[in-house]
């Protein structure tokens, strides 16, 4: 159990386009997801937090406008990497809260974002 | 900003070895969680440690928890080769289920 999904696992976009993620708790309902990029051999650092049916809440220095997130429904998050520039060449990975009170996030595969 | 401190950042040993692996931290927690994320991978949830427990095991793995000292350790008992992959400690500081995450340490198991 316990189990999420991240689509795609990669993608490739030219300078300026637009990325979404996708991000699915497959077996349970997650009311808060979370959002994180890792550049690599360092650390994960928290983008956002995405609560169904608001509006995400963003971490200090990452731009709303540019990192859009849609919790839409209990299984579902997105992020849409909007004007996408080589410096947003990255690896996204969400998690999952399984209900309320509980502390362990479970994390999905993760997506490889590369912009040329 | 990462809060955690991991040491040492990396470690490479052979089979059947032990591994530790330490994790500093700066302010008060409710709990402190370790991952394991193989190589390009998501993250695998290997044990989380409230701060009124001092020690937890699960199978090879033992954690204990120093919240005097603020800091804690992994340590892997008789590891394998499938034990390679980086190890994040991970603190819920952040306060509303945020994890603060520690900047890893990356084990190599040598066959």
């Known amino acids: 159990g316990a189990v999420v999904s991240q689509h795609p696992s990669w993608v490739i976009c030219k300078s300026g386009t637009s990325v979404k993620i996708e991000c699915r708790s497959l077996?349970?309902?997650?009311?808060?997801m979370f959002w994180y990029r890792q550049f690599p051999k360092q650390s994960l650092m928290l983008m956002a937090t995405s609560n169904e049916g608001s509006k995400a809440t963003y971490e200090q220095g990452v731009e709303k406008d540019k990192f859009l997130i849609n919790h839409a429904s209990l299984t579902l998050s997105t992020l849409t990497v909007t004007s996408a520039h080589p410096e947003d060449s990255s690896f996204y990975i969400c998690?999952?809260?399984?209900?309320?009170?509980?502390?362990?996030?479970?994390f999905g595969p993760g997506t490889r974002l590369t912009v040329l | 900003s990462q809060q955690g401190e991991e040491d040492p950042q990396a470690l490479s040993i052979q089979e059947g070895e032990n591994a530790t692996m330490n994790c500093s931290y700066k302010t008060s927690i409710n709990n402190l969680q370790w991952y394991r994320q193989n190589s390009g991978r998501g993250l695998v949830h290997l044990i989380l440690i409230r701060s009124n427990e001092r020690e937890k095991h699960s199978g090879r793995l033992r954690v204990t928890l120093d919240t005097s000292k603020k800091s804690s350790s992994l340590l892997i008992t008789a590891s394998r080769a499938a034990d390679t992959a980086s190890y994040f400690c991970?603190?819920?500081?952040?306060?509303?289920?945020?994890?603060?995450f520690g900047a890893g340490t990356r084990l190599a198991v040598h066959p």
């Open positions: 991970a603190t819920d500081a952040g306060g509303y289920n945020k994890l603060i």
């Open positions: 077996d349970f309902q997650a009311t808060t």
């Open positions: 998690s999952a809260l399984t209900g309320a009170g509980t502390d362990t996030q479970y």
